[in-house]
DNA sequence: CTGTCGACTTGCTCCAATTTAT
DNA sequence: ATAAATTGGAGCAAGTCGACAG
């Protein structure tokens, strides 16, 4: 490792640059989506093919709103090439130490990832064309040119630090050279490359590793048990077989739960420390004892030193993995039962579940305020009112700028209405007395005294309690969504052909449960009525569904938390699915690049998209009805969404999950070029650029490279390893908020690469140019501090103040001090100022939930004493309890 | 194969609660 | 203390993908 880093120059400060370095996946430039939601604005390149995104709810009113200039050109960014050795998720050098020298991966690697270089995006601006970025320009030029004078020195610094300190324990850790079998399918049925196949790499090496050295880690069986399932292919039977081995050992605590199910509980309780939360499933308070002993530690250290909070957290958590060790062990074993049977797959999710049901929204109020309809108040009935009160409400919102809108709310209101009503169009209606209603009402919401507010959540609190907790095969889990949907119009996103339309009230007749057969079946909670259906089936984990009043073939399902062991099984199996992908990653590349002259369209086809999957991190793209959103990945993408820019440069614009808008230009090999070209050609521009391909064929190719692999695992795996790879690179020594900062770079990064937007705050521009005005004003200072200096200095008094009062005379050593100061001010506040900037459309929350594996975030917070919860909130600390106890050398 | 169904994951926005700045 | 900014998390839409029927 330490050699391939040393062999490496620039990869250090590719990591580090947001700006400048090149970053291969990194998506220049988030485009605003926001942008769009002015629709006549929006729409960029001739090439799109579905416009719009029209996304919008967010101004309030209607028009133009204030943030029309989202369009931030960010700051060009600038990759160069050197970059692609970082973003492409190049595997973790750790990793690759095998067998082959550094070098050779590096080489093997490197026709695919050098050549890919992002290219900075050109376009983006241009593109979006969207609405100027006159406005900002001014200050943007100034700005930009400073700031990025600070970034790359910032980022020197990063990148500067020790590329080799773990490293070296990893090294060792890793090197155990075992070849297993598994491999052989793979290697033979890929055509490798001489240096792909040096590469390889064991495929069972790094699961090995950490289980063999680690033994006391997890000390969980259960855990090896399922990382060895996971090299075999998925489905086998074995797995069950295996599965069932272990669980059938345990099988009499599985029984025992389902008769009684609170006998498990107690024993666990009395295992672990007595703490009364009966209401946290055992599996939390086992991990918990972690995560809260820290917190409670690291807050009040927080305040005091840096220093010390690190050395008590650590020691603190020490104590804890201790401890919870044993814990874990214990309940490890009842646990185990539950969590097997769930990991083989279509198999039983759980064997005892008791839950109440669901709660309905309370049925509607009338409040009696008239519309009017040409300027005349109107009688309606309490559901014509209740639905134009639907209507009403969303007034300010974009979607009243949508024809489709108002055109399917208009279609289901009417017949409500009825033939011969009054009100005979939609655009003689005046809905603002509704309207002003219900702002009133929010305002005097708002108004409520702490007092009032408190009782009244105390009160819903007291309603949904019993509703919140599920009991599964003898543990208390949190419930996710127990509130059925209240009725309302349908907010379809984008150009959602049904937006608009009346999402009518769910019954409970409309509702199947789904509970355990010994369980009390939830009484109905309106009288007269009763459950559409009641199931016992524990192959599924959803406690109630219902179906989809938009779309009558889709479901809406009530599924336990994510804080739920169930939950966490499924997660945990997910990244392990990823890592496993590690060691397949390099034939798997090897064997689509050489499929990109395959004469073999079909073949052809198959490389490039597996190629564009796992270099630009898209989706698979499954098909899509013609009522709804037309929006497009991978598989789907037509040929006027990408544009072959010569020699070898591929500019990607469409519209993706959500309808955000995906704008990359990046730079590819040739053959891809070459092949994209002939995809392309003879079709028109909404054709399918992939015609012999969809995504079940996609999957199953991809299943043949290795066992359960789909196009989703890309996604996982290039981002798990992004942030590996970053963390173990850019963490130097220093303070937790310098780490923090370290930590929060690389998961910018991976929303990038994955393209997670998020809209501009309404208040964005006005926050800016405070900052703005702030830093001008301290300029001022500077200035002056800096005549008063040189007067000092030659023994004149200071200049007078705005108000013409003498200053205090200082002594040029304090004046020194002062202009220092201020300086550090300055850059500081500009500093934040192009982060936040530059994080204006990016989210990064969806990548900590989705595709960043715990572990190493939890490990890094280990080796680096940075205390997780300042990484991780409530609900992800319970979220990822199942890698609490991860082991501090833990790899990705 | 293909299409549909079914289950489950992913993703963005809104709004209230909390934190931070003034 | 108040206002502004940030964060947490509910809410629900929109994906992915496996199973299975025809």
Known sequence: ???????????????????????????????????????????????????????????????????????????????????????????????????????????????????????????????????????????????????????????KGLGASKADDFPISKADVKSDPEDSDDEVPLSSRIPKSNIGSSDRKPIYSNEKKPSVSKVEQNGSILRQKQQNSFSMPVKRPLDNVNSSGPSSAKKPKVSDTSKVVKVKQVTVKAEEKADDDDHIPIAHRIKKLAPSDNKLVSAKATKVKATKVTQSVSSSSKKINKKSKKVVKNSQYSKSTKMLPGSGDGQKKWTTLVHNGVIFPPQYTPH???????????????????????????????????????????????????RNHVIQKLEDCDFRPIYNWHQDQKEKKKQMSSGEKKAQKEEKLKQEEKYMWAIVDGVKEKVGNFRVEPPGLFRGRGE??????????????????????????????????????????NTVTWLAFWNDPINPKEFKYVFLAASS????????????????????????????????????????????????????????GNEKDDDEADTVGCCTLKVGNVECIPPNKLKFDFLGKDSIQYVNTVEVELPVYKAIGQFQSGKQQNDDLFDKLDTAKLNAHLKELMPGLTAKVFRTYNASITLDDMLNRGTKDGDVAEKIVVYQQANKEVAIIC???????????????????????????LKDLKIDLDRARKGKPPMKDADGKRKRNLTPEVLERKIAQTNAKIEKMERDMQTKEDLKTVALGTSKINYLDPRITVAWCKRHEVPIEKIFNKSLLAKFAWAMDVDPEFRF
């Not at 990869?11 to 970053?23: C, K, L, N, Q």
């Not at 090897?590 to 564009?612: E, H, N, P």
């Not at 393209?755 to 200072?781: A, D, F, G």
């Open 1 to 155: 490792m330490a050699v391939e880093a040393s062999t490496k120059p620039n990869a250090v400060y590719d990591f580090y640059d947001d700006d400048d370095g090149p970053i291969v996946f990194k998506r220049c430039n988030p485009a605003s989506r926001q942008n769009q939601g002015n629709s006549e604005v929006r729409k960029p390149s001739p090439s799109t093919v579905n416009g719009q995104n029209a996304h919008g709810q967010k101004s309030k009113t209607a028009v133009v709103s204030s943030m029309a200039s989202p369009v931030k050109s960010p700051p060009p960014s600038q990759k160069s090439s050197a970059s692609s050795a970082k973003a492409s998720p190049v595997k973790s050098p750790v990793s690759n130490s095998k067998g082959s020298t550094p070098l050779d991966d590096r080489l093997k690697l490197s026709p695919l990832r050098n050549v890919s270089t992002a290219v900075k995006e050109v376009g983006v601006k241009d593109d979006n064309g969207l609405k100027s970025d006159d406005e900002d320009s001014e200050d943007d030029k100034p700005l930009s040119s400073r700031l990025r004078g600070n970034t790359n020195m910032a980022n």
């Open 565 to 620: 062991a169930l939950k966490g099984q499924s997660d945990k199996e997910k990244y392990e699915k990823a890592r496993k992908l590690k060691d397949y990653i390099a034939s798997i590349r090897a064997a689509y690049t050489k499929d990109f002259v395959s004469r073999d369209i079909t073949r052809r086809q198959i490389a490039v998209a597996t190629y564009l999957i796992d270099k630009l991190a898209l989706r698979a």
């Open 496 to 537: 959602h052909p049904k937006m608009g339309k009346l999402k009518k009230r769910i019954r409970p007749s409309d509702i199947t449960i789904n509970i355990g057969k010994d369980a009390l079946i939830p009484e109905c909670p309106v009288p007269g009525e009763s459950w559409k259906e009641v199931k016992h089936d």
């Open 755 to 781: 393209n997670h937007q998020r809209s501009v705050s309404k208040s964005h521009t006005t926050q800016m140019s405070k900052l703005t005005e702030k830093i001008e004003e301290l300029k001022v200072v």
């Open 368 to 418: 009696g305020v008239k519309m009017l309809y040409k300027g005349k108040e109107v009688d309606l009935t309490p559901e014509q009112e209740e639905v134009a009160t639907m209507f009403a409400v969303m007034l300010d919102t974009d979607y009243m700028q949508k024809p489709k809108f108002k055109e399917n709310f208009w279609n289901d209101w009417r017949k409500l209405l009825g």
